[in-house]
């Protein structure tokens, strides 16, 4: 393995599942973050080192999960990071997810460096510390912005909080995607069916105090989610994907 792939373990806990003894989509993402923030540690690029060199800060714009199968309490889950080479100001970092020598899914989530002064987006295709070809292996899966359907109905109106937020000041992404699936209801959903595809886009920063606006639509068997501010902006987009565990 090289520099561009870093591989992490971890065992679900009960504190990551959800009453169907299912990985919950946000414990999920927390080891997808953690996985990929620890490879960039090791270039020499995680959140310390870009502010020093480059005054800047990674910002995540889009996390797309496919899984094969759920992943179960007590499941211990390898993570496989691997870093693409930066096209203009993006850059895709993927994961492979394995129990045992299965694979049970597959991330790919888009970065950017956003200058901390100006909010801008830097290039990275001369960031050293990023690859300067695709290493072995790199998947070409892109994720693209979500396209709503044409029919979407208010399902909630969520205050944020204090406990919403994370380091940076600003809600975590993580909990965005709390936020989705609490829109989706998926404590409603029946057994035998699990969350199998979720992508999420972050739009605009929320911070505790506003109210988010959560908007629901249904479309060709995709659940999708739009949150916006009090004032209408954009925050986050989600589009959701259940099937049956039957067959599998």
């Avoid at 270039?43 to 060199?53: H, I, N, S, T, Y």
């Avoid at 995607?177 to 886009?201: H, K, W």
Wanted: charged share 25%.
């Amino acid at each position: 393995m090289d520099q561009w792939h870093y591989g992490m373990e971890y065992v679900v806990s009960s504190t990551d599942t959800d009453a169907a003894y299912e990985y919950r989509p946000s414990a999920l993402f927390v080891l997808l973050q953690k996985a990929i923030t620890t490879h960039a540690k090791l270039l020499g690029a995680d959140r310390d080192d870009v502010l020093a060199k480059y005054n800047s800060y990674w910002m995540v714009l889009r996390i797309f999960v496919h899984l094969n199968r759920p992943i179960i309490w007590g499941e211990k889950v390898r993570c496989l990071a691997t870093v693409r080479k930066p096209v203009g100001t993006r850059v895709y970092w993927d994961c492979d997810l394995y129990v045992g020598d299965t694979c049970v899914g597959e991330a790919s989530t888009i970065w950017v460096l956003a200058n901390r002064k100006t909010k801008r987006p830097m290039l990275l295709e001369s960031v050293p510390e990023l690859p300067t070809e695709n290493p072995q292996g790199a998947k070409d899966i892109t994720v693209a912005r979500i396209r709503f359907p044409e029919e979407m109905s208010l399902q909630d109106q969520r205050k944020l909080y204090y406990s919403d937020t994370d380091i940076n000041g600003h809600i975590s992404n993580i909990r965005y995607v709390d936020l989705a699936c609490d829109a989706a209801e998926l404590n409603l959903r029946p057994y035998g069916v699990f969350l199998q595809e979720i992508t999420m886009s972050y739009v605009g920063e929320c911070y505790a105090g506003e109210q988010l606006n959560i908007l629901r639509g249904k479309e060709d068997g995709f659940i999708y989610i739009h949150g916006s501010g009090p004032d209408g902006s954009d925050r986050f987009d989600c589009k959701i994907k259940m099937s049956s565990t039957e067959g599998l």
